[in-house]
């Protein structure tokens, strides 16, 4: 068995891919913020690349992901541009 991925696509449409980031990676980038069980999506924007994420989908709760981490989503995502 391999290990879980960091990040899941959720939603590929034709503006925004959203993923679901894994539990380890969303205690990571949201620390306190998103409490045991909750998911945090993160949601990339096709054409400008800008990165929201928030916790169980509600965009009131709003998480800013570090460069480190901005970095990472943004070259993990390029593979699902096409």
Not at 21 to 32: H, L, Q, T, W
Not at 73 to 79: G, Q, T, V, Y
């Amino acid at each position: 068995m391999g290990e879980k991925p960091l990040l899941t696509l959720f939603r590929k449409g034709d503006t925004t891919l959203v993923y679901i980031a894994s539990a380890d990676y969303a205690k990571k980038i949201a620390g306190p913020r998103c409490k045991p069980g909750e998911r945090l999506y993160i949601h990339v924007d096709r054409a400008y690349g800008r990165v929201l994420a928030y916790t169980e989908n509600d965009i009131t709760r709003v998480i800013s992901p570090d460069m480190d981490d901005l970095e990472f989503i943004l070259s993990f995502c390029e593979k699902d541009l096409d």
